[in-house]
DNA sequence: TCTACGGTCTGTAGTTGATACAGGCTCAAG
DNA sequence: CTTGAGCCTGTATCAACTACAGACCGTAGA
């Protein structure tokens, strides 16, 4: 157990601390999202802390629905820190506007679809209001 | 203008008439969705108002956010009659479930995001709150 | 009749965001 | 020394479309 162990971390190891999928992480640096790590002698990437942040900070702004797109933006954003407080601003409202369109264009299927599913009789018929309602011009 | 004109529609036709993009209704046709049109003597699609009204019913269902392959069961329990009207309830609810659960995830998201805009102050400063949000542990 | 334009045909590639697998290599523990 | 876990690359797959490329057709106006 030498010193580069506390540190030196293999791609199962990365994606233990990060909740991140194995083959994700792989994907992310063909995309650009994560970048190419240090490899061995033998080939292997090898990880450090910086890249746990960094994937963590990928894997919280997924969380909160950003594409890959926003999130280069945001890590660009991030690692060139003479950016303003302004442009992220600017990022984060524009999704926000795109989560809260989403919720209302949901919240109108959930109306159409509950109501229409309350008009159903649950019979073992033929007849179906779901159906009337797909059907109807 | 014979009599042919009144219901013989081209692809473009039936596009219009549904509003349906014109390369998606030979997806929809590759996929089973569509039935193969008969073909002019040319080889040319013909579809006449029975493709217009299913299409117009796969549209509908995709309005309400039931993906294909839901569509597909749907149109099976349309195209058989005999299925019954609680086999529809069942597609019809795990769906409005799928809607609900993806509400509350949005709504928590937006939650989140809105509460962390507002901490911005929208400086010209390296210093912002959402960064802030998305680098802590 | 010529020409232009809009439409049609097929097959295939690209999109987003991953996920999975094949086939082969390496490493560490027992 | 074997076994199992992990690594490597490249490629295929998924949903649900969308967009070409390259060739052909059909009709309205000059």
Redesign the interface.
Known sequence: MDNRSVTALRRVDLARATGCNLETIRYYETVGIMPDPPRTAKGYRSYDDAHV?RL??VM??R???FSLEEIRG?LG??DD??????Q??T???A??HD??A??AD??R??R???E??AR????????????DA??E?
């Open positions: 942040r963590k900070f919280r702004s969380d909160l629905g945001l954003l991030v820190r003479s950016q303003t407080c302004a992220v601003q990022v984060a409202e999704h926000l989560v809260q989403k919720i949901l919240t299927i959930e159409v679809l509950s229409t599913v159903c009789t649950g019979d073992a018929a033929p007849e179906c209001a779901v159906i797909l059907l011009a």
